[in-house]
C-alpha cells in the first residue's frame, strides 16, 4: 500500500439514512479518526432519529460479493461488523472473514432495532455466537447481548455475566468489551483469557443517545488499523466517543446525535484531533 494511503477499514452494517448509526456513521468516525472506510451493507433501514419502522436485508450472496469484491482490490487493515439482519448474512460474513484470519475483526452486534428483527433475532444469535464471535478479535456489547450470545438458544438457565464473558473467550474471542450505563455513569469494562484487563468509568449524557456502540466499535477499529494494541485502542477510542458525545447535537425531533468532528469544529485551527478533554474524561478504575 502506498505511504500516502490512510489505513482502510471494511465495516459490514445496516444504513441508516440518518445518519446516526450503521455505515453513515461508521464512514464519518472512520474519516473523523484517519482511516479510509469501505462499506458492505447488510440491509436498509426505514427510520428518523426518533424511531426505527422497517429493516430489510439484502440478499446473502449480495452481502459477500461486495466484500470480496473490495478485499481482492485493497488492502484491509480491519473488518468492523455491526447490525445483520439475518443468519444467513452472518454465515456469509463469517465464510468471508474466516479467509483473513490475520486482520483484527471488531463485532458490535444489534439486536433491537424492530420487533421483527427481535422476534429473528434467536436464530440471527446462534449463527453470531457460532459463527463470527470465535473469529473476534473485540467483541463490543452489553451484558444482555452478552448473555444473548453465550446463550442463543434459550432453552438452558441463563448464565451469569461473568460466565457468559469466560464462554465467549472460552470460544476463540480474544477480547470483550463490557459495557453497561448506570443511572449517571457509563462502565466499561475490558476482558481477555487473562481477566479483567482495565475499567473506565465516564459520565453519561442526559440526552438519548444514538448511535454510541457503533461509534465506539469504530473507533477502536480504526486504532487497530493504526496499529495499537487492543487494550490502548479500548482506551482512546473511549476518550475520544466521550468528547462526540460531549459535543452531542438533535438534528431532528428524536436522539442526540455524536458529533464525530467535534474536533474540527471546536474553534481551533489545528487540523488533528485534540487530546481527551480535561473536564470529565474517562477515568481508568482499574488497570
Given at each position: 500500500?502506498?505511504?500516502?494511503?490512510?489505513?482502510?477499514?471494511?465495516?459490514?452494517?445496516?444504513?441508516?439514512?440518518?445518519?446516526?448509526?450503521?455505515?453513515?456513521?461508521?464512514?464519518?468516525?472512520?474519516?473523523?479518526?484517519?482511516?479510509?472506510?469501505?462499506?458492505?451493507?447488510?440491509?436498509?433501514?426505514?427510520?428518523?432519529?426518533?424511531?426505527?419502522?422497517?429493516?430489510?436485508?439484502?440478499?446473502?450472496?449480495?452481502?459477500?460479493?461486495?466484500?470480496?469484491?473490495?478485499?481482492?482490490?485493497?488492502?484491509?487493515?480491519?473488518?468492523?461488523?455491526?447490525?445483520?439482519?439475518?443468519?444467513?448474512?452472518?454465515s456469509a460474513i463469517a465464510e468471508v472473514v474466516a479467509d483473513y484470519d490475520d486482520i483484527p475483526l471488531i463485532l458490535a452486534p444489534d439486536f433491537t432495532l424492530d420487533d421483527e428483527h427481535v422476534l429473528a433475532a434467536?436464530?440471527?444469535?446462534?449463527?453470531?455466537?457460532?459463527?463470527?464471535?470465535?473469529?473476534?478479535?473485540?467483541?463490543?456489547?452489553?451484558?444482555?447481548?452478552?448473555?444473548?450470545?453465550?446463550?442463543?438458544?434459550?432453552?438452558?438457565?441463563?448464565?451469569?455475566?461473568?460466565?457468559?464473558?469466560?464462554?465467549?473467550?472460552?470460544?476463540?474471542?480474544?477480547?470483550?468489551?463490557?459495557?453497561?450505563?448506570?443511572?449517571?455513569?457509563?462502565?466499561?469494562?475490558?476482558?481477555?483469557?487473562?481477566?479483567?484487563?482495565?475499567?473506565?468509568?465516564?459520565?453519561?449524557?442526559?440526552?438519548?443517545?444514538?448511535?454510541?456502540?457503533?461509534?465506539?466499535?469504530?473507533?477502536?477499529?480504526?486504532?487497530?488499523?493504526?496499529?495499537?494494541?487492543?487494550?490502548?485502542?479500548?482506551?482512546?477510542?473511549?476518550?475520544?466517543?466521550?468528547?462526540?458525545?460531549?459535543?452531542?447535537?438533535?438534528?431532528?425531533?428524536?436522539?442526540?446525535?455524536?458529533?464525530?468532528?467535534?474536533?474540527?469544529?471546536?474553534?481551533?485551527?489545528?487540523?488533528?484531533?485534540?487530546?481527551?478533554?480535561?473536564?470529565?474524561?474517562?477515568?481508568?478504575?482499574?488497570?
Amino acid at each position: 500500500m502506498p505511504s500516502d494511503t490512510p489505513p482502510i477499514v471494511l465495516t459490514f452494517g445496516l444504513s441508516d439514512p440518518t445518519g446516526g448509526s450503521g455505515i453513515q456513521a461508521d464512514l464519518m468516525t472512520l474519516a473523523s479518526m484517519g482511516c479510509h472506510g469501505v462499506t458492505v451493507l447488510t440491509g436498509y433501514t426505514v427510520r428518523d432519529s426518533a424511531t426505527c419502522d422497517e429493516v430489510t436485508g439484502l440478499d446473502p450472496d449480495v452481502v459477500a460479493t461486495q466484500a470480496r469484491m473490495l478485499l481482492e482490490d485493497m488492502p484491509i487493515a480491519a473488518f468492523k461488523v455491526g447490525a445483520a439482519t439475518r443468519a444467513e448474512v452472518v454465515s456469509a460474513i463469517a465464510e468471508v472473514v474466516a479467509d483473513y484470519d490475520d486482520i483484527p475483526l471488531i463485532l458490535a452486534p444489534d439486536f433491537t432495532l424492530d420487533d421483527e428483527h427481535v422476534l429473528a433475532a434467536d436464530e440471527l444469535r446462534e449463527a453470531i455466537a457460532d459463527l463470527l464471535a470465535p473469529q473476534t478479535t473485540l467483541l463490543v456489547a452489553d451484558a444482555t447481548t452478552l448473555l444473548a450470545l453465550a446463550q442463543p438458544d434459550g432453552d438452558a438457565e441463563a448464565p451469569s455475566l461473568d460466565a457468559a464473558i469466560a464462554h465467549l473467550l472460552s470460544q476463540g474471542c480474544e477480547y470483550i468489551l463490557s459495557t453497561e450505563t448506570g443511572t449517571h455513569r457509563h462502565v466499561n469494562t475490558l476482558y481477555s483469557d487473562d481477566g479483567q484487563l482495565r475499567q473506565d468509568l465516564w459520565d453519561r449524557s442526559v440526552n438519548r443517545m444514538m448511535g454510541a456502540t457503533d461509534t465506539l466499535g469504530t473507533a477502536i477499529a480504526a486504532l487497530l488499523a493504526n496499529g495499537q494494541e487492543p487494550a490502548e485502542a479500548v482506551r482512546e477510542a473511549q476518550e475520544y466517543l466521550f468528547q462526540a458525545t460531549r459535543a452531542a447535537f438533535r438534528p431532528g425531533m428524536g436522539a442526540h446525535l455524536p458529533d464525530r468532528f467535534f474536533w474540527a469544529r471546536s474553534g481551533d485551527d489545528d487540523e488533528t484531533p485534540p487530546p481527551a478533554s480535561q473536564d470529565s474524561p474517562p477515568d481508568e478504575a482499574r488497570h
